[in-house]
């Protein structure tokens, strides 16, 4: 396997906001691993970095602890960013000031064995990032929260191509094909398309929504949606982690609603990417989702996969999770790897 990254503290960190989002990218989300299968090699746009095929071919193999790995073909792969930011996702902002990656969420599609696997980042993963000077130009990186690597672009395909990096540079340079981050403002419209959410509340939202009692069965409308996934420091023990299983919880519930409505109406995905395109930024297009979304209907879906490390206060005063080397290079070796032996 590749060299493993370091895993240091990295006090420069200060610009960190505590916010997150997760419900915006849901139907995003539900509909690529829906959709996002069976693609022609005619339709793909050439890649500087080389031909996709002949780096998954069967013959690129790794060793570990006696055993050995060959890499795999015919996989898809789709980083999806929920954005901390409301501009409009059409609107270029200037370098540095992008936004932050607070929802990041790997998928990873194998046609050969009929399979969606998702990955979910948790964005103070510390992990080596690309900086930006005040010209765009790159001047570098550090080891820093993985969620601000999106915050040193310009709000759109820079800073998804620097997440994109990012992410890549966690897992030891595995190849991520696409990538759709979608911002705040993408939360209630997405929610309302869905009907509403319906979650029970494990946490005590009331001083933020009086409506929202800990222990209440709710269908979210409106502010709601964004305020059960977005918001943590005045919810339960205020972690990112106990956020993100809040995130699950939506997403789980909204991918079966969004099921449904695609089974009623073919047309329900090109309608919804449609009305999210204000605040989205995707190098996937409409066509190839709706193209695919019944063929992927049926692929298993395993559990979410996370990486296990450690939680820290810097010295700042900000979260930061040092990811345990060896689960990172495990999760590469599940996702993108098949054990021969």
């Known amino acids: 396997m ?3 990254h370091p895993r ?3 006090s420069r960190t200060n610009t960190l906001r505590i916010l997150a989002i997760g419900a915006a990218v849901v139907a995003v989300l539900v509909g690529i691993y829906l959709v996002a299968l069976r693609l022609e090699e005619s339709q793909k746009k050439p890649d500087p970095t080389g031909d996709y095929n002949d780096r998954h071919a069967y013959d690129v193999t790794v060793e570990k602890n006696g055993h050995t790995y060959r890499q795999k073909s ?4 789709i980083l999806l960013m929920g954005i901390d930011d409301y501009y409009e996702s059409g609107q270029a902002v200037n370098n540095r000031n992008g936004g932050q990656a607070d929802f990041l969420r790997l998928v990873v599609i194998d046609k050969n064995t009929k399979k969606v696997s998702q990955l979910a980042i ?6 080596p990032i690309t900086t930006l000077g005040v010209l765009g130009n790159r001047s570098g990186t550090r080891t820093a929260q993985i969620c601000l690597s999106h915050s040193f672009g310009n709000g759109r395909a820079q800073s998804c191509d620097l997440t994109r990096e990012a992410v890549s540079n966690l897992l030891y340079g595995c190849r991520i094909d696409y990538y759709v981050a979608v911002n705040l403002d993408a939360v209630e419209p997405l929610n309302e398309a869905l009907g509403g959410v319906t979650v029970t509340l494990e946490d005590d939202f009331t001083v933020v929504d009086p409506d929202m009692t800990q222990g209440k069965t709710l269908t979210l409308h409106g502010k709601q949606a964004e305020t059960f996934v977005r918001t943590r420091i005045v919810i339960g ?3 990112n982690e106990s956020r993100m299983r809040r995130q699950q919880q939506y997403i789980s519930q909204a991918a079966s609603q969004f099921i ?5 109406d073919e047309n329900f995905v ?3 990417f449609d009305e999210l395109s204000p605040y989205m930024v995707n190098n996937i297009g409409k066509s190839r989702l709706i193209l695919e979304a019944y063929d992927a209907k049926d692929y298993e879906r395993p559990a979410i996969y996370q990486i296990t490390g450690v939680h820290e206060v810097s010295d700042s005063g900000f979260m930061q999770f040092f990811p345990d080397d060896e689960s990172v290079e495990n999760m590469a070796l599940t996702l993108f790897y098949d054990q021969l032996n």
């Open 260 to 264: 449904d409505l695609l089974n009623q």
């Open 237 to 239: 023990d205020g972690t």
């Open 2 to 4: 590749p060299s493993h």
């Open 270 to 272: 090109g309608r919804l």
């Open 122 to 127: 948790d964005r103070d993963t510390m992990t």
């Open 8 to 10: 240091q503290h990295d």
């Open 74 to 77: 015919n996989l898809t792969t």
